[in-house]
């Protein structure tokens, strides 16, 4: 009677272990593809439009995979479809690592995003069904979420150093011998498990949010280098809106949908998820220039712009554990309100450094950025899962995620779209990241007072002014 116990602490402890591993490797190549973003369009001789693709087509397809990832480990099985995914991931970086150009790199990143779309979600659905009681869930996730979320800290360091000594393909290579340790130490201590109630997969909705948001993705990302106003744009601008009103039927229509509409009927729930999409597209639509500004505007080396970068991502692996208990005790409002104000003024802040804007003043505004949007995603998640019924807890985690990474997409797009514009009308590099950063910073304010003004009526008139605070929010994944 006492042995079962004893053995089962052994067996849990090295399930955390590999799932931590798996999003660490995920978190990981988030920070770590910006700071190889220079290197790449040397080597590749590429422009700011296949940076772009590098980074949104890994994105893309975790956006709108990641709600079909936790459906499938539920269904097939969380220990299949997590090696499953560790296996696609790991392959993926090798073909990342050897692509002779840039079209092969994309390509490579594609199958990323395909298996950090499994492996993402079905590690955390591991760790779930191990850790039935809800207090050792709750430490187990809290452990988790801390664990893998050193990855993106780790990222500019790491990318910097590896570039700087080996070149850009160094950074996908690392992955291959994370990856086979993750399958040889996952067939071993995960044990299977799955839903059998679990719905079924809604592939039309599936396949349709990924054309939409692809061809939105596509006007946006090639309308300046083709022309905003060339049949190719147009037609895909025209495609984006006619298959995402598609999706908007189907959803409607079909029994399990991926998202069902039914819960942006709360206000609450969409108020939360909208300023989710601002967080994405601010957040990684900014971070997606870090690197460029130090070393093509104030001429850093690679591993010294890595290490630049760094305030950024420290002060929300930093902040980010202590975020939900702030809500908590202050409300949604408060948090969400005061951490989008940050994060804008952060951001307008770095519309006005230049060339010989001395590091010592550049460094805080990283930090405040990183501060701000740290103390904005958790409340923001936990504002989404108090607007719906507790069994549905999980979806909305994941719908906030989702709706963050569709925002991370159209920023890294848009924002670039901004720089672009500004350099073909004359304007240098430099003058267009100015605009970048204060367009994010203006939209992220905008936010700021639309949040303030609809969380008073939505969760503190319905005596909700706290969120879940320890509910799994993997804030900044993928």
Same mark, same amino acid.
């Given at each position: 009677?006492?042995?079962?116990?004893?053995?089962?602490?052994?067996?849990?402890?090295?399930?955390?272990?590999?799932?931590?591993?798996?999003?660490?490797?995920?978190?990981?190549?988030?920070?770590?593809?910006?700071?190889?973003?220079?290197?790449?369009?040397?080597?590749?001789?590429?422009?700011?439009?296949?940076?772009?693709?590098?980074?949104?087509?890994?994105?893309?397809?975790?956006?709108?995979?990641?709600?079909?990832?936790?459906?499938?480990?539920?269904?097939?099985?969380?220990?299949?479809?997590?090696?499953?995914?560790?296996?696609?991931?790991?392959?993926?970086?090798?073909?990342?690592?050897?692509?002779?150009?840039?079209?092969?790199?994309?390509?490579?990143?594609?199958?990323?995003?395909?298996?950090?779309?499994?492996?993402?979600?079905?590690?955390?659905?591991?760790?779930?069904?191990?850790?039935?009681?809800?207090?050792?869930?709750?430490?187990?996730?809290?452990?988790?979420?801390?664990?893998?979320?050193?990855?993106?800290?780790?990222?500019?360091?790491?990318?910097?150093?590896?570039?700087?000594?080996?070149?850009?393909?160094?950074?996908?290579?690392?992955?291959?011998?994370?990856?086979?340790?993750?399958?040889?130490?996952?067939?071993?201590?995960?044990?299977?498990?799955?839903?059998?109630? @679990?719905?079924?997969?809604?592939?039309?909705?599936?396949?349709?949010?990924?054309?939409?948001?692809?061809?939105?993705?596509?006007?946006?990302?090639?309308?300046?280098?083709?022309?905003?106003?060339?049949?190719?744009?147009?037609?895909?601008?025209?495609?984006?809106?006619?298959?995402?009103?598609?999706?908007?039927?189907?959803?409607?229509?079909?029994?399990?949908?991926?998202?069902?509409?039914?819960?942006?009927?709360?206000?609450?729930?969409?108020?939360?998820?909208? @300023?989710?999409?601002?967080?994405?597209?601010?957040?990684?639509?900014?971070?997606?220039?870090?690197?460029?500004?130090?070393?093509?505007?104030?001429?850093?080396?690679?591993?010294?712009?890595?290490?630049?970068?760094?305030?950024?991502?420290?002060?929300?692996?930093?902040?980010?554990?202590?975020?939900?208990?702030?809500? @908590?005790?202050?409300?949604?409002?408060?948090?969400?309100?005061?951490?989008?104000?940050?994060?804008?003024?952060?951001?307008?802040?770095?519309?006005?450094?230049?060339?010989?804007?001395?590091?010592?003043?550049?460094?805080?505004?990283?930090?405040?950025?990183?501060?701000?949007?740290?103390?904005?995603?958790?409340?923001?998640?936990?504002?989404?899962?108090?607007?719906?019924?507790?069994?549905?807890?999980?979806?909305?985690? &994941?719908?906030?995620?989702?709706?963050?990474?569709? &925002?991370?997409?159209?920023?890294?797009?848009?924002?670039?779209?901004?720089?672009?514009?500004?350099?073909?009308?004359?304007?240098?590099?430099?003058?267009?990241?100015?605009?970048?950063?204060?367009?994010? &910073?203006?939209?992220?304010?905008?936010?700021?007072?639309?949040?303030?003004?609809?969380?008073?009526?939505?969760?503190?008139?319905?005596?909700?002014?706290?969120?879940?605070?320890?509910?799994?929010?993997?804030?900044?994944?993928?």
């Amino acid at each position: 009677m006492k042995s079962a116990p004893q053995m089962a602490v052994p067996n849990r402890a090295a399930l955390l272990t590999v799932t931590c591993l798996g999003q660490f490797m995920v978190l990981l190549d988030n920070t770590i593809v910006g700071a190889a973003l220079p290197d790449m369009q040397e080597r590749l001789h590429t422009q700011l439009t296949g940076l772009q693709w590098i980074v949104d087509a890994y994105v893309l397809l975790v956006a709108m995979l990641l709600l079909s990832g936790g459906v499938f480990a539920d269904r097939f099985g969380r220990k299949r479809l997590f090696l499953a995914g560790v296996v696609v991931f790991t392959a993926a970086s090798v073909v990342c690592s050897a692509a002779p150009s840039i079209g092969w790199l994309i390509a490579g990143r594609v199958l990323q995003g395909i298996g950090a779309a499994a492996l993402s979600p079905a590690s955390l659905s591991l760790l779930v069904a191990a850790y039935p009681v809800p207090q050792e869930r709750v430490r187990a996730i809290g452990l988790w979420a801390g664990l893998s979320g050193i990855g993106l800290a780790a990222g500019p360091l790491a990318g910097g150093v590896l570039v700087e000594a080996f070149g850009w393909p160094a950074i996908f290579l690392v992955n291959v011998p994370v990856g086979a340790a993750l399958l040889v130490a996952g067939l071993r201590a995960l044990d299977e498990s799955r839903n059998p109630s @679990a719905p079924a997969i809604d592939v039309p909705g599936t396949v349709l949010s990924i054309l939409g948001v692809g061809a939105l993705t596509y006007g946006l990302i090639e309308g300046g280098a083709r022309g905003w106003t060339s049949p190719v744009i147009l037609g895909s601008f025209a495609a984006a809106a006619v298959v995402l009103a598609a999706f908007v039927v189907v959803e409607g229509r079909v029994p399990a949908p991926m998202l069902p509409l039914r819960l942006f009927r709360q206000r609450l729930f969409t108020v939360s998820n909208t @300023a989710m999409i601002v967080v994405g597209f601010a957040l990684m639509g900014s971070s997606f220039f870090f690197s460029q500004f130090f070393v093509y505007v104030q001429g850093s080396s690679i591993l010294r712009a890595g290490l630049q970068t760094l305030p950024a991502t420290l002060a929300m692996v930093v902040v980010s554990p202590f975020a939900g208990r702030l809500a @908590a005790r202050h409300g949604f409002r408060i948090m969400v309100t005061t951490g989008l104000t940050l994060a804008g003024l952060g951001l307008l802040a770095l519309g006005f450094v230049h060339a010989d804007t001395g590091y010592a003043n550049v460094w805080w505004r990283l930090a405040v950025v990183g501060i701000g949007f740290a103390l904005t995603m958790s409340p923001l998640t936990g504002a989404a899962i108090q607007a719906v019924s507790p069994q549905e807890g999980g979806l909305a985690s &994941g719908v906030s995620s989702t709706t963050r990474q569709i &925002g991370a997409v159209l920023g890294v797009a848009v924002l670039g779209a901004v720089v672009r514009t500004r350099e073909s009308s004359g304007a240098s590099f430099e003058d267009g990241l100015n605009s970048a950063f204060v367009v994010a &910073g203006v939209v992220t304010l905008a936010t700021a007072v639309f949040t303030g003004v609809w969380l008073v009526r939505s969760a503190e008139s319905s005596r909700q002014a706290s969120p879940a605070p320890r509910v799994p929010e993997n804030t900044t994944a993928h």
